[in-house]
C-alpha cells in the first residue's frame, strides 16, 4: 500500500473539514436523495472527498440510515451503479473475514450498524503480502480507502455489520485483483474465487462437526 493509500485509509469517525454543512444532522434517511446526492458528489472537482463529505453529513445519524434502509436477504446489493459511481449495500455476518482484495479504484465506507474491521496490507518486501494497519469501524464511521489499497474486512461483533460501500468507477465492470494467501498468487477477482477464498469460521465449525 502506497503513501497516498495509507493516507486515505483514515481513521474511522474522522470527519473530513468542511464536511459539516447546514442541514447536516439530517433526523430522516431518503436512500434515492442519498444516491443523487453522490451521483452529483462524483462531478466535482475532487470527487473522492465530495463524496467523503456527503457520506461524514449522512452517517452522522446512523440510526436514520438503519431505518430507512431495505431489508436485503443477502450479504450484497447494487443500489446504484453507473460509468461514474457505485453504491452497494453490504452485510458482514459474524466470524465471516472477506480475502485480501483491491478496487483499483478510490472508495469510501460508512457504517451505519454493528461492528468490522479492515486490514490493510502492502506489497512491499519480501513477502507476498504483508499486514499494516487495521480500522476498527462502528455505526456512525466513515473511511475512506485509496485506489490502490489491499484490504479485507471481518465482522467483530457478535451481530452482522451494516454498511453503504461507494466506489468511484462501475465496480462490477472493472478489472481488479484477489490475493490467494494460501498459494501466494494474484488473481483476478471473481465471484468464484472470492467465495473459495471467504474464511468463514461458522460455516467450517459445521462442516467439521
Same mark, same amino acid.
Given at each position: 500500500?502506497?503513501?497516498?493509500?495509507?493516507?486515505?485509509?483514515?481513521?474511522?469517525?474522522?470527519?473530513?473539514?468542511?464536511?459539516?454543512?447546514?442541514?447536516?444532522?439530517?433526523?430522516?434517511?431518503?436512500?434515492?436523495?442519498?444516491?443523487?446526492?453522490?451521483?452529483k458528489?462524483?462531478t466535482? =472537482?475532487?470527487?473522492?472527498?465530495?463524496?467523503?463529505?456527503?457520506?461524514?453529513?449522512?452517517?452522522?445519524? =446512523? #440510526?436514520?440510515?438503519r431505518?430507512?434502509?431495505?431489508?436485503?436477504d443477502?450479504?450484497?446489493?447494487?443500489?446504484?451503479?453507473?460509468?461514474?459511481?457505485?453504491?452497494?449495500?453490504?452485510?458482514?455476518?459474524?466470524?465471516?473475514?472477506?480475502?485480501?482484495?483491491?478496487?483499483?479504484?478510490?472508495?469510501?465506507?460508512?457504517?451505519?450498524?454493528?461492528?468490522?474491521?479492515?486490514?490493510?496490507?502492502?506489497?512491499?518486501?519480501?513477502?507476498?503480502?504483508?499486514?499494516?494497519?487495521?480500522?476498527d469501524?462502528?455505526?456512525?464511521?466513515?473511511?475512506?480507502?485509496? =485506489?490502490?489499497?489491499?484490504?479485507?474486512?471481518?465482522?467483530?461483533?457478535?451481530?452482522?455489520?451494516?454498511?453503504?460501500?461507494?466506489?468511484?468507477?462501475?465496480?462490477?465492470?472493472?478489472?481488479?485483483?484477489?490475493?490467494?494467501?494460501?498459494?501466494?498468487?494474484?488473481?483476478?477477482?471473481?465471484?468464484?474465487?472470492?467465495?473459495?477464498?471467504?474464511?468463514?469460521? #461458522?460455516?467450517?465449525?459445521?462442516?467439521?462437526?
Amino acid at each position: 500500500m502506497d503513501k497516498q493509500d495509507s493516507d486515505n485509509a483514515k481513521t474511522a469517525g474522522a470527519k473530513t473539514a468542511g464536511a459539516k454543512t447546514a442541514g447536516s444532522d439530517l433526523s430522516v434517511f431518503d436512500l434515492d436523495e442519498f444516491i443523487t446526492c453522490l451521483r452529483k458528489a462524483v462531478t466535482a =472537482p475532487s470527487p473522492a472527498k465530495a463524496i467523503r463529505a456527503e457520506m461524514d453529513r449522512y452517517f452522522e445519524n =446512523p #440510526e436514520a440510515v438503519r431505518q430507512a434502509m431495505p431489508t436485503f436477504d443477502t450479504d450484497e446489493e447494487t443500489l446504484f451503479e453507473d460509468e461514474t459511481v457505485s453504491i452497494f449495500y453490504c452485510r458482514f455476518r459474524p466470524n465471516y473475514t472477506i480475502p485480501p482484495h483491491d478496487h483499483q479504484t478510490s472508495a469510501v465506507i460508512g457504517i451505519y450498524e454493528g461492528q468490522e474491521r479492515n486490514n490493510f496490507f502492502t506489497t512491499a518486501g519480501d513477502a507476498f503480502i504483508t499486514k499494516g494497519k487495521s480500522v476498527d469501524m462502528q455505526a456512525g464511521d466513515v473511511l475512506s480507502i485509496g =485506489p490502490n489499497a489491499i484490504h479485507t474486512v471481518e465482522c467483530t461483533g457478535s451481530t452482522p455489520s451494516y454498511g453503504i460501500h461507494v466506489y468511484l468507477a462501475p465496480l462490477s465492470r472493472i478489472e481488479r485483483n484477489l490475493y490467494d494467501v494460501a498459494a501466494q498468487m494474484v488473481i483476478p477477482f471473481t465471484d468464484a474465487d472470492f467465495q473459495r477464498l471467504v474464511s468463514d469460521d #461458522e460455516a467450517t465449525a459445521s462442516s467439521q462437526a
